[in-house]
Each structure stands twice: as structure tokens, then as C-alpha cells.
């Protein structure tokens, strides 16, 4: 798996831009604001439509005195060369396509190109909200498993629905009737998530727990598990089997939801709890102990990856190397031997001799040298 070459016209400060890469490592170097962590945001968003910063939708993707923006990559997947485009417009829905063709959702995409992001962000995955967790979960699984990236999105359709009924209805009682037809599909969306989700969890915990126990040489041990409504006990059966639990759950918080006007019910509350030596990490691990499972899950989601498909993802390491000391970075040097890998940093010094590759020095959203 590799990015070949990137074209962006209107993305982000990119006002023209195209480059070609290394197939293992490039580094892009540049001071602060000068479209470094954008390079990477174009990419990542090639691999689900989806950008890893939270924006609330395309237009935020597009330079300011621009109406449309374009993200064009050839990459090498699945043995064989692709070319992956993606047309956003501050009028028109966005248009994606895979070498010409179409796609009919950004659930399409999944597959064809596979990265994994760790940015500074992903440090807090221990201490942060559940929602960092979760991201943590949806950019792989949006990756890997097509249908979870389908049921992703309607869940997400039907959520946003919902959360208007429960705002408006007092003005408008008739769209309470509504209101149950919309759980039930919920339900039904939210089981298969919940599935995914925790047969997956149980993976990322085995790989992890290998991965922290030679950064810490067997003195400590890494468990991540997963938690979702009270009512699931065992979340890794068959959505079929989740769907009675999700409802009783459901039925129980319906009185307080209609109360707050708020959806308290379902797999966008859920959480991972992460622990070492068997205590929650997130109240008990030390800064140092926090960052160290940080890493360990990142490279373990690496890991999933190749297990998965049998070539490595695209690393993108957006300045997360400058956040971490000689040892742990040496540690993630270490493990990134193999693979195509992109760094960003204002500096190059802090690992100078460690990796060679190709620099490409970005200034204002462009190369000013090679």
C-alpha cells in the first residue's frame, strides 16, 4: 500500500500543488500554518471521505476564495495502480471516484486506500472524552470493513433525525409519532456497530498488550475493553443477538430523553476503558505510563492492518514525534521499518541519522525545495 503522487487544487492553502513520494519515507518539513498537517488531511480523506479533524463538512475543505477543491492520488493497492479523486464543492454534493468511476458513497472508498493516522490528538486517547476513543475505533473499521463504514453513516443519518424530534417536537407534538420507527433502525444500526466494534477491541487489546510489553519490557500489562450500553453483557455476538438488549435499553431512557431533548441511548455513547496492571489508566497511569499505551494502541492498529490485508497502511505521523521523548520516539522509529510513512515536523534534527527518505519543504501551501 503507497501513495504515488498527490494533486491538490483548492484544498485547504493548497492553491495548485502536485508531488510525487518515496515509497517509504517522506518527511515534510515546514514551520507552523504552512499546510503541512493539510498534505496529510488530503490523504486521509481519501481513505473514507471523511477528514480526521472534526469538520462539519466539505466546504471547510475549500480555500476561501475558492468554490471547489480536488484531491487526486495514485496509489498502489491491492496490487495493482488506482486513482482515487475526490470533487468538493461549496454548491454541489461531493463527487468521488475510483479510476473514473463513480462511487455512490464515500463507504466505497474503504479498502482502497488504507492509512493510520497518530497525531498529537491521540496522545489523550487514555485521558480524553469518549469521543476520542471512539474516533479511535470508526477510522479503522470505516477503513477495513465496508459495512460498518455503510452502517456508520446511517446510523449517524437516523441520529441526526432523531436529535430533531427531540428538539422540536414540544411545537410540533405530530413528530413524536415518528419517533419509534426511528429507534427501532437505530436499534438495528447501533447492533451491528456495537458488534464491529467490540470484535475488534478484542483484537486491538491482544496486539496492543504484545506491542506495550516489549516497550516495557514485561513490567507492565496493557488490557483494552469495550463498553457500551448496561444492558449488553457480552457485546461480541451477532447484531441479532445485541438488538432485544439495545431495545430494553432504549425503552428505559425513553422518558429521560423526551425530558433532556437529548439521544442517551446507544452506540454514540459507547467507550473503551483502558487499563494497565488492571487499573483504568485514565485515572491512574502517570503522563509517561498514558503516552506509552497511546503508542502501544497506535502501532497495534498498524498492525491490524497488515494482519488484515497483508501490506502495510500509509503511516502518517502528523508532528507527533517532537511531542515525545528520545525513548519513545526511538521506539516508534523502530517500529515502522517496513511500509510507506509520512512525517511532518518543523525541524528535522530531532531524529537526524535515525530515517532517510525523501523532504519535501512546504512553505505557504507549496514546495520551495526538494
Not at 453513516?153 to 415518528?178: C, G, M, N, V, W
Not at 483502558?274 to 489508566?281: E, F, H, V, Y
Request: proline letters at 3%; glycine letters at 6%.
Amino acid at each position: 500500500m503507497q501513495v504515488n503522487s498527490l494533486y491538490l487544487d483548492g484544498f485547504r492553502n493548497y492553491e495548485s500543488f502536485c508531488a510525487e513520494f518515496s515509497d517509504r519515507v517522506n518527511i515534510i518539513v515546514g514551520n507552523n500554518a504552512q499546510g503541512k498537517t493539510n498534505l496529510l488531511e488530503a490523504l486521509f480523506f481519501l481513505t473514507s471521505g471523511r477528514s480526521f479533524r472534526g469538520v462539519k463538512g466539505d466546504r471547510d475543505l475549500i480555500a476561501f476564495h475558492r468554490d471547489e477543491a480536488e484531491i487526486q492520488a495514485r496509489v498502489y493497492s491491492r496490487g495493482r495502480e488506482q486513482t482515487l479523486q475526490a470533487h468538493l464543492s461549496r454548491a454541489r454534493r461531493r463527487r468521488l471516484y475510483a479510476n473514473d468511476v463513480k462511487l455512490r458513497t464515500a463507504a466505497d472508498l474503504s479498502g482502497r486506500l488504507t492509512a493510520v493516522l497518530f497525531c498529537p490528538d491521540d496522545l489523550e486517547i487514555i485521558r480524553g472524552g469518549p469521543a476520542l476513543r471512539r474516533r479511535l475505533l470508526d477510522h479503522t473499521l470505516c477503513q477495513l470493513r465496508p459495512r460498518y463504514a455503510q452502517a456508520l453513516q446511517e446510523y449517524t443519518r437516523l441520529l441526526e433525525h432523531k436529535a430533531r424530534i427531540l428538539r422540536d417536537y414540544r411545537e410540533k407534538p405530530s413528530l413524536l409519532s415518528t419517533l419509534e420507527d426511528f429507534n427501532e433502525r437505530l436499534i438495528e444500526t447501533g447492533a451491528e456497530i456495537i458488534s464491529v466494534r467490540a470484535a475488534y477491541t478484542a483484537l486491538l487489546s491482544r496486539i496492543a498488550a504484545r506491542v506495550h510489553g516489549e516497550f516495557s519490557s514485561g513490567a507492565e500489562e496493557l488490557a483494552v475493553t469495550y463498553k457500551t450500553v448496561k444492558t449488553i453483557e457480552n457485546p461480541q455476538q451477532k447484531p441479532a443477538a445485541l438488538i432485544p438488549f439495545l431495545r430494553q435499553h432504549q425503552e428505559s431512557h425513553l422518558r429521560a430523553e423526551l425530558e433532556t431533548g437529548q439521544c442517551l441511548s446507544g452506540p454514540h455513547k459507547d467507550d473503551l476503558e483502558i487499563l494497565i496492571n488492571g487499573l483504568p489508566a485514565r485515572t491512574f497511569a502517570s503522563q509517561g505510563q498514558a503516552r506509552t499505551a497511546a503508542l502501544s494502541i497506535k502501532l497495534a492498529e498498524r498492525e491490524i492492518h497488515f494482519e488484515d490485508r497483508w501490506e502495510y497502511p500509509v503511516l502518517l505521523l502528523d508532528d507527533v514525534l517532537s511531542e515525545l521523548d528520545e525513548r519513545r520516539r526511538n521506539f516508534v522509529l523502530n517500529h515502522i521499518g517496513l511500509g510507506q510513512v509520512f512525517i511532518t515536523c518543523c525541524s528535522t534534527a530531532d531524529f537526524a541519522g535515525a530515517l532517510e527518505g525523501r523532504v519535501l519543504r512546504i512553505e505557504a501551501g507549496r514546495i520551495v525545495e526538494n
